[in-house]
């Protein structure tokens, strides 16, 4: 299967995301706890580098909590500072400002020896579409963050939530741009729903969601839809039977039984899976 992605606006994505780093202190990265790897952007390594880092691993409610923390340990060594959430519920706020405080310890000792006391840090959150960053913005910011208007120093129109005495962030994220160094990359962007549906082949789609499954997660598939079938193809069909996917004249209808597979994924009916391994 063929994915593909159009950069067309990307170039000046890039290039105001390399002003909006100019003016902050770490960047707090989201990617999917689901795909690690595959739902960042390594440029933002270079685009990032003097700068704190934060890798949030989001979405971890619908992830392999054991992988998780493979890929946390993963992140660590790297250098990175790694929190993992739900960004739809506050239950990591606390982990995530600790992680703040503690990533930005040299700038804040710094300032400390010039003689500036209270400058808050100052955060942006950027990630591939879809990952979660409005979502974590209003469930981070919250309702009582107080906006900040322009200030002097500050490009005009940069908008500023005030978190609280230490932190504050940009209001606007930078989107990243998926890489597709390889078509597994596309693949598990495609199954987690960081590509245009209409853009891809259900069909197909559900067959290599299946294999995958049935090669790391023996069991899960057979529990949800009762299947006995050992191969993909084959499993869906049975799906369709199963679920009673039919078409006009009672055919079976194999597409219904692929959107509803990878629906069921995507919302983690089918349980808690990570697609990708260091
Ligand atoms: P973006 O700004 O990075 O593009 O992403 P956004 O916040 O819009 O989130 C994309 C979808 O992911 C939203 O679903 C949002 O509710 C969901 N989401 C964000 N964080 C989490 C999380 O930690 N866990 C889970 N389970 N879902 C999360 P949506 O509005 O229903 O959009 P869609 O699912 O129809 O694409």
């Not at 209270?118 to 990630?127: D, E, I, S, W």
């Not at 940069?158 to 978190?163: A, E």
């Not at 609280?164 to 596309?186: A, H, R, Y």
Request: glycine share 8%; net charge positive.
């Amino acid at each position: 299967m063929q994915f593909q992605w159009y950069p067309g606006h990307m170039t000046k994505a890039k290039r105001q995301m390399q002003e909006d780093i100019k003016l902050i202190d770490i960047i707090i990265e989201l990617v999917d706890a689901r795909i690690p790897i595959s739902s960042r952007n390594p440029d933002i390594d270079e685009l990032g580098k003097n700068k704190a880092r934060l890798i949030l691993m989001n979405k971890a409610d619908l992830a392999d909590a054991k992988k998780t923390e493979i890929w946390s340990a993963y992140f660590k060594q790297k250098g990175c500072f790694t929190v993992c959430i739900d960004a739809r519920g506050k239950s990591g706020m606390k982990l995530i400002q600790n992680a703040i405080m503690e990533a930005c310890k040299e700038k804040i000792e710094r300032d400390r020896r010039r003689g500036i006391k209270n400058r808050p840090v100052r955060a942006m959150v950027v990630g591939i579409p879809n990952v979660g960053k409005s979502t974590f913005i209003n469930t981070y910011a919250g309702k009582a963050s107080a906006k900040t208007g322009n200030k002097p120093g500050v490009t005009k129109g940069k908008q500023w939530i005030r978190l609280n005495k230490s932190v504050e962030l940009l209001d606007t994220p930078g989107i990243l741009w998926p890489k597709f160094e390889d078509q597994m990359v596309g693949l598990r962007l495609a199954l987690v729903g960081s590509i245009k549906d209409e853009l891809l082949n259900t069909d197909e789609l559900a067959v290599s969601l299946l294999e995958i499954l049935l090669r790391d997660y023996p069991g899960a598939v057979e529990e949800r839809y009762g299947t006995k079938e050992k191969k993909a193809a084959d499993v869906l069909i049975e799906i369709a039977r199963n679920r009673n996917c039919l078409k006009k004249g009672n055919e079976l209808d194999y597409s219904k039984a692929a959107a509803l597979v990878i629906d069921e994924f995507r919302s983690g009916k089918i349980g808690r899976f990570t697609i990708e391994m260091p």
